[in-house]
């Protein structure tokens, strides 16, 4: 659990690269420049953990592109002390960025030998983000509703209890799409109940998998 200076200067150049590719938000810069994202991967990946590039983590996931996370931090428009719902833990860097910039995150992660690695590593770092093992397309009606909900994996459909658990006057991010490359759509839900969508780009992500919870 070593963070290093050489390890904070790395940081601080990713940062500045994400920042010139068009990333504005200072707090999503701050949280990004905060997280010591080599100790999120595999030893033999260290040497490249702050190459803005996503990289395997186990049971066929990634952790993301740092820009990515940072995009779709954005994107999200995160207040202090919001509920965020997070449809894919992963290795649990997104879940930091976004508690880094103050949301109380709850968390799902279908992926069961992820799940329980995660969950102990976040926690051993210190963060608080609720971990939950389960189907993500269900959400967590239990917490419902959530201010935000983000999708970290590609989405062929949004799950209608998704969208019910959303919050009037909230946001859900998904990477939208079934193919290779998917479409970055923020939907808003008015205060009416209404449905707004936006399309802010294409991006790839490994798929969001459907129904039961895997081992």
């Known amino acids: 659990m070593v963070d290093t200076y050489k390890h904070k200067g790395m940081r601080q150049k990713l940062v ?13 810069l701050s949280a990004i420049n905060k997280i ?9 990946f260290l040497q490249f953990a702050y190459e803005d590039k996503p990289f395997p983590i186990g049971s066929g996931q990634t952790i993301s592109q740092p820009y990515t996370v940072a995009f779709q931090s954005e994107l999200l428009d995160i207040k202090k002390g919001i509920k965020v719902l997070e449809i894919g833990t992963g290795s649990g860097y997104q879940a930091c960025v976004l508690e880094e910039m103050g949301a109380k995150v709850f968390s799902i992660e279908r992926q069961k030998k992820l799940f329980t690695k995660t969950k102990a590593f976040l926690k051993k770092l210190g963060y608080q983000s609720k971990v939950f093992y389960g189907d993500g ?10 201010d935000r909900i983000l999708i970290t994996a590609a989405a062929p459909e949004i799950a209608d209890a998704l969208i019910e658990q959303l919050k009037p006057g909230g946001i859900m991010v998904v990477p939208y799409g079934d193919g290779k490359v998917q479409s970055m759509i ?4 008015k205060e009416s109940g ?17 129904d039961k919870a895997n081992d």
Do not use: C, M, Q, W
């Open 16 to 28: 500045n690269g994400i920042r010139n590719k068009g990333i504005k938000d200072e707090r999503v």
């Open 36 to 44: 010591p994202r080599h100790l999120f991967l595999d030893s033999s």
């Open 137 to 146: 397309n269900k959400g967590l009606a239990t917490f419902a509703p959530f």
């Open 186 to 189: 923020k939907i808003t839900k």
């Open 194 to 210: 209404e449905i707004v969508k936006e399309d802010y780009g294409h991006f790839s992500f490994v798929p969001l998998l459907k």
